[in-house]
């Protein structure tokens, strides 16, 4: 559906206009449909990241920055993120031994077996959205994106 009549627009809209406003509902499908993936495990998106970012420390803990960095959405909350994620027993949270203002995070089993049950489902999640297009197509849509979001 174009984006004109998602919002029902009648007049004209210029291009550079219409790519934010088709970047931004898109991105609003997609997060709504995320979060109707997550909601059944009391877990956020950004939840979400933060276990997958401490799963891929491979048993390792990661601080609070190297989290932080890693997030897809730059202005979560991250401390508030690990707190919820720590009642739900998903992950741990120590001192550094070797320096104690630093925070070290590491997920536990239970976050693990949590993403290991969640892993298809998204995986099955991410393939609705790119049935509708070619592997050149996605390929595509994933250099115009970079490519987009470049600030020169």
């Not at 004209?12 to 970047?23: C, G, P, Q, R």
């Not at 690990?82 to 104690?100: A, G, H, Q, S, W």
Request: charged letters at 30%; a positive charge.
């Amino acid at each position: 559906m174009k984006i004109e009549d998602v919002i029902k627009s009648t007049v004209s809209i210029d291009d550079s206009k219409k790519v934010i406003l088709n970047i931004m509902f898109t991105q609003n499908v997609l997060g709504e449909k995320f979060g109707e993936l997550l909601k059944p495990y009391d877990l956020s998106s950004e939840q979400y990241n933060v276990l997958r970012i401490l799963r891929g420390q491979k048993g390792n803990p990661a601080n609070m920055c190297v989290i932080q960095e890693r997030m897809i959405a730059k202005n979560s909350n991250t401390t508030r993120l690990i707190d919820k994620l720590l009642l739900k027993d998903l992950v741990t949270r120590e001192v550094c031994p070797d320096n104690r203002r630093k925070i070290e995070v590491q997920i536990t089993t239970k976050g693990l077996q949590l993403l290991t049950e969640l892993d298809p489902k998204v995986i099955e999640h991410e393939r609705f959205f790119a049935n509708n297009l070619t592997k050149t197509e996605l390929s595509e849509l994933n250099i115009l994106l970079e490519k987009y979001r470049t600030i020169k």
